[in-house]
C-alpha cells in the first residue's frame, strides 16, 4: 500500500507514544483515523490535536475480544472500510529484572491479555472485514526487539512479544497463501521515548498484586530514565513504519543496536550450542554512550 490520502487507519494504543505518532503521521497523510485507548480521555487529545481531520477517539480494552468486536464494527459503520489496523497496545509489568520465577500470575495475565491476546482479538474481528472488501491494506502488530532477542531481562513483556512476532509471521504466511492484497508488518522497536515503562498506570483493579507494583532499583530507575529520554522519538519511528508499509516488509526494527543480540541468539540455535546472551540495559546504556561521544 503506498496511496494514503481517504483510507481509513485503525490504531490501538493511539492516546500516547507510538501510537499516538501514528495517529498524527496517518492524519498527515490524508487518512481518517480511529484511534482506540483503554484511556479515552487520551485518545481524545490526540483525536483534537488532529485539526481539520476526520478522527474517532474510543475507549477500547484490547483485552477484550468484545471491546476490539465493537471496536471493528464502530470503525466499518462509521467509515465502511479499514485500509490500515495498527495493533499497537502494550504494556510493561514493573520490576523488570525480577527472576522469572517471581512474576506474579498477575503480571503474566496482564501482560499477554494486552500484549498478545490484544493482537489475536484484532486480528480475529479485523481480517475478515479487510479480506471482504478486497481493497488493498495493511496489518502492523507492535512486537519489540524484546520479541527477537533473549536473557533475564522483562521475560513476561518479552515472551509475550515472543509471540507477537511468531502470530505476525503466521498472519504473513496466511495471507500470502490467499494471496490476499494485505500487507503485514512486525514492528520491532528498541528504546523509544514513550510512557510504555509507565504501564502501571493502566493496570486493571483485578489483576493488581496483592504486593502492589515491584519497585525498581534506584541504580535501574536513574539508568532508564536516561535511556528512554535519549531514545528514539515515537514520530521517527512512526516514519519507519509507513516506509515499512511502502516497501511489504515483514520485519521492521528500528535500530541496530541489538543486532549482535540478534545474530547470537539465531546463531546459537543454528549451531545447536548454548547462546551468550547479552545484558540488553548494559547494551543500550553502551551504545548510547557510543552515540553521544
Excluded at 540488553?280 to 548510547?288: E, G, I, V
Aim: net charge neutral.
Amino acid at each position: 500500500m503506498r496511496e494514503f490520502a481517504e483510507k481509513v487507519a485503525v490504531i490501538t494504543g493511539g492516546g500516547s507514544g507510538i501510537g499516538a505518532a501514528l495517529c498524527r503521521l496517518s492524519a498527515s497523510l490524508g487518512m481518517k483515523v480511529v484511534i482506540a485507548d483503554i484511556d479515552l480521555d487520551a485518545a481524545e487529545r490526540v483525536r483534537a490535536s488532529l485539526v481539520g481531520r476526520s478522527a474517532i477517539a474510543a475507549r477500547v480494552d484490547v483485552s477484550k475480544a468484545e471491546e476490539v468486536e465493537q471496536l471493528a464494527h464502530l470503525a466499518f459503520g462509521s467509515y465502511g472500510a479499514v485500509h490500515l489496523l495498527c495493533n499497537n497496545a502494550g504494556v510493561v509489568p514493573s520490576g523488570r529484572h525480577r527472576p522469572v520465577w517471581e512474576y506474579p500470575l498477575e503480571d503474566w495475565r496482564w501482560a499477554f491479555d494486552v500484549n498478545l491476546m490484544g493482537v489475536v482479538h484484532g486480528l480475529r474481528s479485523f481480517v475478515p472485514r479487510m479480506l471482504a472488501q478486497r481493497a488493498e491494506s495493511h496489518i502492523v502488530n507492535t512486537a519489540s526487539v524484546a520479541g527477537l532477542v533473549s536473557g533475564s531481562g522483562s521475560p513476561v513483556y518479552s515472551a509475550s512479544k515472543h509471540a507477537v512476532v511468531r502470530v505476525t509471521e503466521a498472519l504473513h504466511a496466511s495471507l500470502r497463501e490467499r494471496k490476499a492484497a494485505i500487507g503485514v508488518t512486525a514492528l520491532c522497536p528498541g528504546l523509544v521515548n514513550t510512557r510504555i515503562y509507565e504501564s502501571e498506570r493502566n493496570r486493571p483493579t483485578h489483576l493488581q498484586s496483592a504486593s502492589g507494583p515491584a519497585a525498581e532499583t534506584p541504580e535501574l530507575q536513574a539508568v532508564a530514565a536516561d535511556l528512554f529520554a535519549n531514545g528514539q522519538s515515537a514520530a521517527e519511528v512512526s516514519e519507519q513504519v509507513f516506509d515499512a508499509i511502502r516497501e511489504q516488509r515483514l520485519y521492521q526494527i528500528t535500530t541496530p543496536i541489538y543486532d549482535d543480540a540478534i545474530r547470537e541468539r539465531a546463531q546459537a540455535l543454528l549451531a545447536r550450542r548454548n547462546p551468550d546472551f547479552p545484558d540488553l540495559m548494559d547494551l543500550s546504556t553502551r551504545n548510547l554512550r557510543s552515540h553521544e561521544r
